[in-house]
């Protein structure tokens, strides 16, 4: 938001920004993990904003009084949407990623299409509308994040809302091609057109938005225009655009220029005994491709014998979803291949592949962005990726390497300074890996000044800037 706009921002999104906790019988709050919360928070904090969205937590939390304490700490309020059980299963597990999640990231064999699903999908954007409505004042941007509220515009408007309505999709927008196999395309493709800005991350996701409205909406008409593509619908102009998002470049540079930072990064290197470190950092994921990722560090080690003994994969999983059936074979996936993997190639006083699974503290990730030397960050698809940006931030000896699947939105920015790979193409990311442990220090220095420089010039706060200006 720009400096002038003294307009209050109300952010709307599925999952508050919180974990809420029980430990030895105290209720504690702490940072919620995803790259949407990375993003806005420092939005919120630096406006006297409000963030409106799903708790998270079990019913017993003195939840009035944990949100209060957030609004001090934090320099702006928390607005709860409450969902039953049922509700968490049916539209979030459910309709959002059973069937959203994986269409959107071009996996139509995983998607489930269950009409109990869609309407809990229905009832619960209805309600997040209705709470919204009650917490709204005249001056209001409402700015609703997200695949799980698409629905969310259409409600507003009925329920007489007159604030600018802006939605902004974190994920791919898939090709028209597989969107149509969407049961209730029609409705969510009219619940997006409910909004004035409507915002992607990428050329392409806005490209795919505007083909499908205009070959299932054929009364519709668009017109490109520098920024944005202007869509004339019913009576009524919506802008569509693509806004990449990022992260608080200052942020992470200065942190990861801190003492703290620095000793722990030392540490690392001393605990794998000056070993190159290649680090992969996700939620655990099927579009983050992990597996895939693990088989081409495998097909390095077969190919490749002088790099035995000269590096380690370390990768860390944040546990996510982990009452969706798919996410639970993933995680048994993963512990098998990692054991099979170092069984094959271990040898005393050196197991290649670290794997943890957990989250980890601020200092601990940015030790671990600093210390790697590479990063292989392999998403099947991936709506940006924001560890790309993250790690680039953090690498503050200019020494970093960043691997990257042409299938994450950050490669439209970050293609020239990072080395592309096709993640499904196990032996090309092997052969990257290869490539990227014996690049020349000048090569390595090169690169990673451009990729911080691009991240630097756009960063969240640009981002934020240029999405709200275009509404
Ligand atoms: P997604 O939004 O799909 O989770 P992103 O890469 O855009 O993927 O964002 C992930 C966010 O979660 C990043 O900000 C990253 O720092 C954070 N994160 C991922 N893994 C961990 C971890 N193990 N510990 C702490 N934070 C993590
Ligand atoms: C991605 C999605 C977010 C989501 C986050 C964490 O970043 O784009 O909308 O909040 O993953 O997933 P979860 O299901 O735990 O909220």
């Known amino acids: 938001m720009s400096k002038k706009d003294t307009r209050r921002l109300i952010a709307v999104s599925n999952r508050l920004p919180i974990v809420v906790k029980e430990e030895d019988g105290r209720w504690q709050l702490e ?13 919120l904090k630096g406006h006297r904003g409000m963030w409106i969205g799903w708790p998270g937590c079990d019913e017993a939390a003195p939840l009035d009084e944990l949100v209060g304490r957030f609004a001090a700490e934090e320099g702006y309020g928390l607005g709860t949407v409450p969902l039953t059980q049922e509700e968490v299963e049916e539209y979030y597990e459910g309709f959002s990623n059973m069937t959203l999640w994986p269409l959107f990231h071009d996996l139509l064999g995983l998607c489930q299409f269950n009409p109990r699903h869609w309407e809990a999908y229905v009832k619960v954007n209805r309600r997040f509308a209705e709470v919204t409505a009650t917490r709204v004042e ?28 802006a939605f902004f999709l974190h994920i791919p927008f898939p090709s028209l091609d597989l969107f149509r196999r969407l049961p209730w395309k029609m409705e969510i493709l009219r619940g997006l057109l409910e909004f004035d800005l409507v915002g992607f991350q990428t050329l392409r996701d806005r490209r795919n938005f505007v083909a499908c409205a205009r070959e299932l909406l054929p009364e519709l008409r668009a017109e490109v225009r520098r920024r944005t593509t202007l869509l004339r619908w019913d009576e009524r102009e919506i802008r569509v655009g693509h806004f990449p998002i990022s992260i608080d470049f200052s942020e992470f540079n200065n942190h990861a220029r801190s003492r703290d930072v620095a000793d722990a990064a030392w540490y690392l290197h001393e605990h794998y005994e000056n070993r190159q470190l290649i680090l992969g950092v996700d939620r655990l994921d099927y579009t983050k491709g992990i597996p895939e990722r693990l088989l081409a560090f495998e097909r390095a080690l077969e190919r490749y014998p002088e790099l035995h003994g000269k590096m380690n994969l370390v990768q860390i999983v944040v546990p996510s979803r982990t009452q969706v059936p798919e996410y639970q ?136 800037e240029y999405f709200v200006n275009s509404l």
């Open 329 to 464: 074979l993933l995680k048994d996936q993963l512990d098998q291949l990692a054991g099979r993997i170092n069984a094959r190639f271990g040898q005393a006083g050196w197991i290649p592949i670290h794997y943890m699974f957990r989250s980890l503290d601020r200092v601990q990730l940015l030790a671990h962005y600093r210390a790697a030397e590479i990063a292989l960050i392999t998403p099947l698809r991936d709506g940006m990726n924001l560890v790309a940006k993250e790690y680039c931030a953090a690498s503050v000896d200019n020494n970093g390497v960043l691997i990257l699947s042409e299938f994450a939105g950050a490669a439209e920015e970050l293609g020239k300074g990072a080395v592309l790979v096709n993640p499904y193409d196990i032996d090309g990311t092997a052969e990257a890996i290869r490539r990227a442990c014996t690049m020349e220090q000048g090569e390595r220095q090169r690169r990673m000044r451009m990729l911080r420089a691009s991240v630097q010039r756009n960063n969240v706060h640009r981002w934020v």
């Open 31 to 43: 940072a919620g993990a995803g790259g949407l919360v990375t993003a806005l928070s420092p939005v």
């Open 138 to 165: 005249e001056e209001d941007l409402i700015w609703v994040q997200d695949y799980q509220l698409m629905l969310m515009g259409g409600r507003l408007r009925e329920l007489g809302v007159k604030n600018p309505l």
